[in-house]
């Protein structure tokens, strides 16, 4: 990489690794057919600024394109709108050649005049998007967000398909974050249509169109037939059933009237599942960027010692809380999940050791143990967790009360600084794109440890943080020695101890017997449960 | 009986306003904050103070609920924090399918519960008596979800006679009203039941019998429209334990209501949302009551209204 970065000011960015230029298409793939997937809660919005849950997530992917976008089934960046792009050598600016020809679902062509709409849109301060905060690297973002400018002045039109962007900072994961939801392209004249609406009434560039919304039963998402990139999408549709408990859902996924249940199969119905080899081999199972953790409050006693944090790390048996989810996690060492780059080979964290963890409590002071709380998600399995975890502290002398309560009561326990302990689960951070990065700033960076903060554990390393930020002005995200720097972030974060990481938690996905593909379309990282655009159906 | 209305009609209003105060006072000390959900874990402090000051959170209680009620009298509810949508169009895409449930359940709960109040009646002390009366306790003891879970099994994935969940058509509310009525039977059997009993020790029945009316006749025509008249109070309470278990059998049967809307919303501190549904809810029972109160008059013409 380095000799073409000699060569030429200009690096193409397409000859990066990782850098997929396009996926080659299934050949047994039959065009045709509708699917029904099922969920219990009601779709919040598809507007791609706003929403940002994991059901929504994926049906916006299928709705809307951005600049950027992923090999399906991997987590390899590959351009979308953009044809090509250029970033110069300092890493700052980056230029967008766009495709010709795309159109949106309502006929018109998208130009780079819509590329800049959308990023003004999404940072805009009324528009309330939680991605707003992605961006905060392009130049003039601090303007817009404190309401003193009315776009980005670092975002340029040069001609109708080209864009420049340019950034007030070096930010190595930011064509990750053209190809977040956030950064879809939207059509102005819609958007200002439908004012608030419009994620009732989207209109993108993506492979479906919004068909139905009938509120609380079903949305109907129809083939585009002009979709840009040519053979997908397979199907002619997908139905959206919402409103079906998981449980119901199987049922009828078992009568052959669902094609994929949404929320995954229930946890009490798991093992009758995987225990009948009919059903069983329709799971596909795979990994994801999950991490499921316990904070450790630094500021509260006695958990500001550090003896004690490690205490706690030794004393969790990680073993048997991934079997009281049936086994559908492996035991977590470290803040990254394994498939993550940066992920730190070899290490083996804190070991389970009784013995250890009690002299290590002795060593604080407190041999003959303390009360604390532990926080947690009332929803199955949380409690149950809770309750492995209490057991596990009792055997070294402490005693942990149980919070069981909503998740919006733990979120604001966590953020207030209340909660020595956490249980993540539910909440448990999921990538928002595959980058090291991701899983530090908001959760154990300084920044997300104030007053409110998502960094429960309120831990706050100058000096880790001053590395975070060094390493993220490589250019090159997936340069050796940054995800060197970013491996070394996170064993010092370790070393401090203010998470126990407990589990990588794995996606299974349950498909009906007619449902084709590669098993990889169906545990995609960024499409969950499925990646529509590239499944098909065999009858 | 204008009089009574209007009195009954300010007392309505003034039983909303307090319904609504309490609600809006428990939502704004709720140890949540709606705007850490809207603003998302990626948000800067600058977003989050953007956000509350849009939605107006930044002022004082009273303020709030102000603008809240002078919404609400204009037919304004407010967005939904997270959808972004109308309150009053979420719940109107949802209500109508609420309603039908509601009154499918209604007549469920009556036929079986009054059905089963008269049998045990005729046959009081009697074995019958006490397995119906046992059968109710049950009923109103089962937790829903499972008897829902149970006919679901039964009579679709088993027998195959309905629909597994979903809306539409009379079959698919045959289930869902079925599993209302059974968990709301027992208290009718029970009241029926006693009331039944009252009115057969009557001297008007032994006259009745007296006069070579047949079984049937009596029992119909002279015992159960004076037995009824608690019954018809109680349609009305009724309504609001209704909003409670419509939010589970909403869940299991896949029902297009406002008790999954509730529920969602709740799980999310979408407080607008939480509002507009409380407030139906409360409406629908106040009104319920209402109803029920001019409704016995007709039925029995001793009682008056004033």
Same mark, same amino acid.
């Given at each position: 990489m380095k000799s073409l970065l000699a060569s030429t000011a200009i690096l193409f960015a397409a000859a990066l690794p990782g850098m997929a230029q396009d996926y080659t298409p299934d050949p047994d793939a039959t065009p045709g057919g509708m699917i029904t997937v099922t969920y219990k809660d009601d779709v919040a919005t598809l507007d791609p600024a706003i929403g940002y849950d994991w059901q929504n997530w994926s049906m916006i992917k299928s709705l809307f394109d951005g600049l950027m976008d992923y090999v399906p089934g991997t987590t390899e960046l590959r351009p979308g709108l953009a044809e090509s792009h250029e970033v110069s050598e300092d890493g700052t600016v980056f230029t967008f050649k766009l495709r010709e020809g795309v159109t949106f679902h309502n006929g018109r062509e998208m130009t780079a005049e819509d590329v800049k709409y959308s990023l003004d849109r999404v940072t805009d301060p009324e528009t309330q998007s939680p991605g707003a905060g992605f961006f905060a690297s392009i130049a003039g973002f601090d303007a817009v967000s404190a309401g003193e400018a009315e776009g980005?002045?670092?975002?340029?039109?040069?001609?109708?398909?080209?864009?420049?962007?340019?950034?007030?900072?070096?930010?190595?994961?930011?064509?990750?974050?053209?190809?977040?939801?956030?950064?879809?392209?939207?059509?102005?004249?819609?958007?200002?249509?439908?004012?608030t609406d419009f994620g009732k009434h989207p209109v993108g560039?993506?492979?479906?169109?919004?068909?139905?919304?009938?509120?609380?039963?079903?949305?109907?998402?129809?083939?585009?037939?002009?979709y840009w990139r040519d053979g997908v999408p397979y199907l002619d549709g997908v139905t959206f059933e919402v409103g079906q408990e998981p449980i119901v859902a199987l049922l009828r996924l078992q009568q052959g009237e669902v094609d994929v249940p949404g929320d995954g199969i229930p946890p009490a119905k798991f093992q009758e599942v995987m225990g009948d080899p009919d059903q069983a081999a329709r799971v596909v199972e795979g990994g994801q960027l999950h991490t499921g953790y316990i904070t450790l409050n630094v500021g509260i006693e006695p958990l500001d010692k550090l003896e004690v944090r490690e205490a706690i790390n030794m004393a969790i048996n990680k073993e048997r809380i991934t079997q009281i989810i049936n086994g559908r996690a492996v035991p977590a060492t470290q803040p990254l999940p394994p498939s993550m780059p940066g992920y730190t080979d070899g290490y083996e964290g804190y070991a389970h050791d009784i013995e250890a963890a009690k002299a290590k409590l002795a060593e604080a002071g407190v041999g003959d143990g303390f009360t604390t709380q532990l926080y947690v998600m009332n929803t199955d399995p949380n409690p149950r967790i809770a309750q492995a975890i209490q057991q596990d502290l009792k055997a070294i002398g402490v005693d942990v009360e149980i919070r069981s309560l909503a998740q919006a009561n733990v979120i604001e326990a966590g953020g207030a600084g209340q909660a020595p302990m956490i249980w993540s689960g539910g909440m448990a951070w999921i990538a928002d794109f595959p980058d090291p990065s991701n899983f530090y700033g908001p959760i154990l960076g300084c920044a997300g440890a104030g007053e409110g903060g998502w960094n429960w554990s309120k831990f706050c390393d100058e000096s880790i943080d001053a590395m975070a930020t060094e390493a993220d002005s490589i250019t090159d995200p997936a340069a050796p020695e940054r995800l060197e720097m970013w491996s070394d972030v996170y064993m010092k974060v370790m070393e401090q101890a203010p998470w126990v990481p407990v589990f990588n938690e794995q996606r299974y996905t349950m498909k009906s017997a007619r449902m084709g593909g590669d098993d990889a379309l169906y545990v995609d990282p960024v499409s969950i449960p499925v990646n529509y655009d590239y499944v098909y159906v065999t009858e | 009986m204008p009089g009574y209305l209007i009195r009954r009609l300010v007392q309505s209003a003034l039983i909303l306003l307090g319904v609504s105060f309490i609600t809006f006072l428990l939502l704004y000390v709720l140890p949540a904050d709606p705007v850490r959900q809207i603003a998302g874990r990626s948000a800067t402090a600058q977003t989050v103070e953007n956000i509350r000051h849009q939605l107006g959170l930044d002022q004082p209680l009273l303020v709030q609920y102000w603008r809240y009620l002078s919404g609400l009298v204009q037919g304004d509810m407010g967005r939904s924090y997270l959808q972004k949508t109308e309150v009053s169009s979420l719940i109107a895409a949802r209500l109508p399918a609420s309603l039908l449930l509601m009154a499918g359940g209604i007549v469920c709960e009556l036929v079986i519960g009054l059905a089963l109040g008269i049998i045990a009646a005729v046959f009081r002390g009697r074995p019958l008596d006490h397995a119906l009366m046992v059968t109710s306790f049950v009923a109103v003891s089962a937790p829903q979800f499972v008897v829902g879970?149970?006919?679901?099994?039964?009579?679709?994935?088993? /027998?195959?006679?309905?629909?597994? @969940?979903?809306? !539409?058509?009379?079959?698919?509310?045959? /289930?869902?009203?079925?599993?209302? @009525?059974?968990? !709301?039977s027992g208290w009718y059997s029970r009241m029926m039941r006693s009331s039944m009993v009252d009115v057969l020790r009557q001297d008007y029945i032994r006259t009745a019998r007296a006069k070579g009316l047949t079984r049937r006749r009596v029992l119909l025509r002279h015992a159960l429209p004076n037995a009824i008249l608690p019954i018809i109070a109680m349609i009305g309470i009724d309504i609001g334990i209704f909003m409670g278990g419509i939010v589970v059998v909403e869940s299991v049967f896949g029902w297009p209501g406002i008790g999954q809307l509730a529920w969602q919303a709740i799980q999310r501190v979408d407080i607008p949302v939480i509002m507009g549904v409380t407030m139906v809810s409360a409406a629908a029972i106040v009104l319920g009551n209402l109803l029920a109160d001019l409704i016995t008059p007709f039925i029995d013409p001793r009682i008056k209204l004033r």
């Open positions: 980005l002045s670092g975002v340029e039109v040069v001609d109708p398909l080209t864009v420049k962007i340019t950034l007030s900072r070096p930010d190595a994961t930011f064509l990750h974050v053209m190809a977040l939801n956030f950064a879809s392209v939207v059509p102005a004249e819609a958007v200002e249509e439908h004012g560039t993506g492979a479906f169109k919004l068909g139905e919304w009938t509120i609380g039963q079903r949305l109907v998402f129809e083939k585009n037939a002009d | 879970l149970l006919l679901l099994y039964l009579f679709a994935v088993q /027998l195959g006679w309905f629909p597994i @969940g979903g809306y !539409g058509t009379f079959a698919h509310l045959v /289930l869902p009203a079925v599993t209302l @009525g059974i968990m !709301g």
